[in-house]
């Protein structure tokens, strides 16, 4: 972890500055204000959010639990402010946030969904799992054509898991409710 920086659960508060780090990013599809503050409601404990001295919100990553598959954190997005890039923030998010929802919730892989162009996600997710010592499958989960908008990359869905370190850390998760 940076120093200096702290991981925590996102709440309801940090919605709005979740919402600016993602907007100043400029590679995010920036969703609207309101569903920031959903997930920080909703999806806190599957979401990390990194926080300077002063307790303000520097990064994030939201997340949730695949419904029918309890075992897999689905990552959304992973941002860091443009002042506290290159010191390894987004990698610690991922190892703290992926090690509390073993814990917590039993999850033993992870998923997310990258476009081609976006490196940094594509180098963050590959690394990830080579220093999990956990396979990586990929395949495109939507065509660019399924996308209302003109020229969108296609989302390549990468599956990671299951990571050993987690397999061993995870509680098992809750039976499902229907």
């Known amino acids: 972890m ?78 860091v402010d443009h002042g506290q890039r290159g010191r390894g923030l987004a990698a610690a998010m991922l190892d703290g946030l992926t090690t509390r929802a073993a814990e917590e919730l039993g999850i033993d892989g992870i998923e997310t969904t990258i476009t081609p162009d976006n490196t940094a996600s594509n180098r963050l997710f590959t690394s990830y799992a080579e220093r999990h010592g956990a396979p990586v499958r990929r395949e495109v989960l939507f065509e660019g054509a399924l996308f209302p908008e003109e020229g969108h990359e296609p989302e390549v869905l990468y599956r990671i898991g299951p990571v050993p370190a987690l397999a061993s850390t995870a509680t098992a998760p809750a039976a499902a409710g229907g």
């Open 2 to 79: 940076p120093e200096g920086l702290k991981l925590d659960a996102p709440r309801v508060e940090d919605g709005a500055a979740i919402w600016r780090i993602a907007r100043d990013s400029r590679v995010l599809d920036l969703n609207s204000s309101y569903s920031y503050l959903l997930w920080c409601r909703d999806f806190a404990a599957t979401s990390v959010v990194a926080r300077d001295g002063d307790g303000e919100p520097v990064g994030f990553i939201t997340g949730y639990v695949r419904p029918r598959h309890p075992r897999t954190l689905v990552v959304w997005q992973v941002a």
